[in-house]
C-alpha cells in the first residue's frame, strides 16, 4: 500500500465524516460496494478516475481536494466548507457576506480576523 492511497484514504473518510455519512450511504449513492469503500479509506483498494469523480461530488468538494500534496492543500477546512456553502448564496447574499467577512477582518487587524 503506498502513502499515496492511504493519505487519498484518510481524505475521503474525513470528508464522508465530516457529511455524517455512514459507509453503507456512501456506498449506495456512488454505486460502490460498504467493502470496497472501507477498502478505499484505508487505502488497501485503488480509486479509478471515476470513482473518484462519484466521491467527490457526493462530498460537495473539488476532486483536487482530495489529490493534492498535503503541503498544497493548506486552506482551513472551515474556509473550504464556507466558500462551498457561500458558493450557494445568491449574489445579494454573497455581497453581505463579503462585507461581514471584511467587517471582522477590519474589527481585529493585528489578529487577522478572530
Known amino acids: 500500500m503506498t502513502n499515496d492511497r492511504k493519505m487519498l484514504g484518510q481524505r475521503l473518510r474525513d470528508a464522508r ?39 467527490a461530488e457526493l462530498y460537495q468538494q473539488p476532486v483536487a481536494e ?23 448564496l445568491s449574489e445579494a447574499d454573497q455581497a453581505e457576506l463579503l462585507r461581514f467577512a471584511e467587517f471582522l477582518r477590519a474589527k481585529s487587524p493585528s489578529k487577522g480576523g478572530r
Do not use: C, M, N, W
Not at 73 to 82: D, E, G, M, S, T
Open 66 to 88: 482530495f489529490t493534492e500534496e498535503l503541503e498544497v492543500a493548506a486552506q482551513p477546512k472551515a474556509v473550504a466548507h464556507l466558500t462551498r456553502t457561500a458558493a450557494k
Open 17 to 55: 465524516d465530516y457529511l455524517g455519512l455512514s459507509q453503507d450511504e456512501v456506498a449506495k449513492a456512488t454505486d460502490l460496494t460498504r467493502s470496497a469503500v472501507s477498502l478505499i479509506e484505508t487505502g488497501q483498494r485503488k480509486v479509478d478516475a471515476l470513482e473518484l469523480k462519484k466521491l
